[in-house]
């Protein structure tokens, strides 16, 4: 309501630039208030003060996106918000696929806003997403990205429909094109997970754990340590994978003696050091 107020009455002044202008102020607020929210999350330690008080903050972006459904920007915040709250702390698995699914599509309408081409972009033929994922530049890759990890987070959520598992080709096939263009964009996210995918199923089934290997390789030297979920999804799924017990409790104790204060990071860390310590609890009977 307040945004149509501040519009009409720079209509009555008659004067555009000024309503522009309004608009253009109106839009960053949001955008900084989703910002912030974001912030707020991902800088606090207390994971279990994040998994009680999330469902407010989801609420909140959604009556945002009420005043501006057409922001790239708020849109992306709340894809990431839905997505990660899905994967992280939903343990129902309905309720898991509903946020997923609203997490994916929030970020496809994100990309559609900022892109016309790429409006309905998941659903097209593979050899129609591979010339459109080719055509991709640099600037796309914030709102790509946000695709892809969304879109992962999906497929995760439904890993046991054989169609949603079948878009991972799609999503190999964006991350790696976000690798080209911005390796180290989200802390080397893109090698991350490309390493996790390659590492899902072992090598008679169609894994390939040195590829994955060489992947989370290059997501630790460009996350310089700050990022310590990349660690564990190296012991989980590369060194697991493989019954490499030294890697995998090296990597997992790394972790542990860690500290957890890297900006935009407290929150996935804290969480990292909880699964690395369950991890390290249940090597014995894993190896």
Request: net charge negative; charged share 20%.
């Amino acid at each position: 309501m307040g945004g149509r107020l501040i519009a009409r009455a720079a209509l009555w002044l008659a004067l555009p630039a000024s309503l522009a202008g309004c608009a253009s102020l109106m839009s960053s607020a949001v955008e900084g208030l989703a910002g912030d929210l974001s912030a707020a999350i991902l800088e606090n330690p207390d994971v279990d003060m994040v998994r009680d008080g999330a469902p407010a903050f989801l609420l909140l972006i959604d009556g945002l996106l009420k005043s501006s459904p057409d922001n790239p920007v708020l849109l992306s915040q709340a894809a990431l918000l839905n997505s990660a709250y899905a994967g992280a702390f939903v343990a129902d698995g309905e309720r898991a696929r509903l946020l997923a699914a609203k997490g994916r599509a929030l970020a496809e309408r994100a990309l559609c806003v900022e892109r016309q081409d790429s409006c309905g972009i998941a659903a097209r033929p593979f050899e129609a997403f591979e010339q459109w994922t080719a055509a991709l530049t640099k600037a796309d890759v914030p709102l790509a990205y946000g695709l892809a990890t969304a879109w992962s987070a999906w497929m995760q959520a439904n890993s046991d429909d054989f169609n949603a598992v079948a878009d991972l080709g799609k999503v190999k096939l964006l991350m790696s094109r976000i690798a080209e263009l911005h390796e180290s964009h989200d802390h080397g996210g893109p090698h991350l997970y490309l390493g996790v995918f390659e590492t899902l199923v072992p090598p008679a089934l169609g894994g390939r754990p040195e590829v994955g290997r060489f992947h989370f390789e290059r997501a630790l030297a460009l996350a310089e340590g700050r990022h310590l979920l990349t660690q564990v999804m190296f012991a989980e799924q590369y060194a697991r994978l493989v019954f490499d017990r030294p890697l995998h409790d090296e990597l997992l104790n790394e972790v542990l003696a860690a500290e957890v204060d890297a900006p935009e990071l407290i929150l996935l860390n804290a969480v990292a050091k909880r699964r690395a310590q369950s991890l390290l609890e249940t090597a014995d009977a894993y190896f």
